[in-house]
């Protein structure tokens, strides 16, 4: 995303867990009563007291273990603490990890009939943005081969729950855009280019495409191409000055909803909203930070 894009534009680029998004269930009252604090902490910047609180649950290794390492790896991250976000991101997705989604769909209509609590795997949004938090922290300590993978396994992921779990599920556009992004800024311009066009075959109105797209076209001098995209967005300036460059700014902004038990059903949850109001964001590069409106 450019910097002097229009911020209403970012809505559907926003990415957020929210600390405690996922609380799972009546059955896990214990999970409920023991995010109060942390919760507390990270809302109030207190960082340091919510990793301590959290790190102690997680080590615990119970049902509710991939709860606190994603809320722990969301604090890390926050806090700007991209390595250590990284490696309890990677404890999450091995305790998320997907084998057989159809099993897995199983497993999960066994809970329901026989009122058991079993270890909890994850909604499949979660398992997606495990990954996506792993590509950008990757990304932000400039360890652009990792962010790569992990930007393929989210719709290697999706792609399985499509495929096998037959959910009317789409390939993750923001993932492949980063991936574009990713190998434009290596100057790898023909994957770059490749990438770019599937996000336009993906979704054909992602703002903050028609300038990287041209612009990989006419480096690749692919002049078919290159003439089809410069007739599809006439107003498009997309050279770069050799003095110049491109800002890519991710936005996080607002808070997660919660999951609490249905009033009907306490075994099916539903997501409860929460506002928010946001008067300025932290700019980071992944070694400072600053303060912008």
């Given at each position: 995303?450019?910097?002097?894009?229009?911020?209403?534009?970012?809505?559907?680029?926003?990415?957020?867990?929210a600390l405690g998004c996922v609380l799972?269930?009546?059955?896990?009252?214990?999970?409920?009563?023991?995010?109060?604090?942390?919760?507390?902490?990270?809302?109030?910047?207190?960082?340091?007291?919510?990793?301590?609180?959290?790190?102690?649950?997680?080590?615990?290794?119970?049902?509710?273990?991939?709860?606190?390492?994603?809320?722990?790896?969301?604090?890390?991250?926050?806090?700007?603490?991209?390595?250590?976000?990284?490696?309890?991101?990677?404890?999450?997705?091995?305790?998320?990890?997907?084998?057989?989604?159809?099993?897995?769909?199983?497993?999960?209509?066994?809970?329901?009939?026989?009122?058991?609590?079993?270890?909890?795997?994850?909604?499949?949004?979660?398992?997606?943005?495990?990954?996506?938090?792993?590509?950008?922290?990757?990304?932000?300590?400039?360890?652009?081969?990792?962010?790569?993978?992990?930007?393929?396994?989210?719709?290697?992921?999706?792609?399985?729950?499509?495929?096998?779990?037959?959910?009317?599920?789409?390939?993750?556009?923001?993932?492949?855009?980063?991936?574009?992004?990713?190998?434009?800024?290596?100057?790898?311009?023909?994957?770059?280019?490749?990438?770019?066009?599937?996000?336009?075959?993906?979704?054909?109105?992602?703002?903050?495409?028609?300038?990287?797209?041209?612009?990989?076209?006419?480096?690749?001098?692919?002049?078919?191409?290159?003439?089809?995209?410069?007739?599809?967005?006439?107003?498009?300036?997309?050279?770069?000055?050799?003095?110049?460059?491109?800002?890519?700014?991710?936005?996080?902004?607002?808070?997660?909803?919660?999951?609490?038990?249905?009033?009907?059903?306490?075994?099916?949850?539903?997501?409860?909203?929460?506002?928010?109001?946001?008067?300025?964001?932290?700019?980071?590069?992944?070694?400072?930070?600053?303060?912008?409106?």
């Open positions: 995303m450019s910097a002097n894009t229009n911020p209403k534009h970012f809505s559907y680029l926003v990415l957020s867990f799972f269930l009546e059955g896990c009252a214990t999970y409920a009563g023991r995010m109060d604090q942390p919760r507390r902490n990270f809302e109030t910047g207190n960082y340091d007291g919510a990793i301590a609180e959290l790190k102690k649950y997680a080590e615990n290794k119970d049902n509710d273990e991939l709860l606190y390492l994603m809320d722990l790896g969301l604090v890390y991250h926050t806090a700007g603490r991209y390595k250590e976000a990284i490696e309890t991101f990677l404890r999450a997705d091995k305790v998320a990890e997907i084998k057989d989604y159809t099993s897995l769909a199983a497993n999960a209509a066994s809970v329901l009939l026989n009122d058991e609590i079993v270890a909890y795997k994850g909604e499949d949004f979660e398992k997606v943005m495990i990954n996506m938090y792993l590509a950008i922290d990757y990304t932000l300590l400039h360890q652009w081969d990792d962010a790569l993978v992990e930007c393929r396994r989210v719709n290697r992921k999706l792609e399985m729950m499509i495929s096998q779990g037959g959910l009317p599920y789409e390939q993750n556009s923001f993932a492949k855009y980063l991936d574009a992004v990713l190998f434009e800024a290596r100057k790898e311009w023909n994957d770059a280019f490749v990438d770019y066009r599937v996000v336009l075959k993906w979704r054909p109105d992602f703002p903050y495409l028609p300038q990287p797209l041209i612009r990989s076209a006419d480096k690749l001098q692919s002049s078919e191409e290159l003439a089809e995209y410069r007739k599809r967005f006439p107003k498009t300036n997309y050279k770069i000055a050799k003095n110049e460059g491109e800002v890519v700014i991710l936005l996080e902004q607002g808070r997660g909803p919660i999951k609490v038990p249905s009033p009907s059903f306490h075994l099916l949850p539903k997501f409860q909203r929460r506002s928010y109001s946001s008067d300025y964001a932290w700019l980071r590069d992944g070694t400072t930070t600053n303060r912008a409106r």
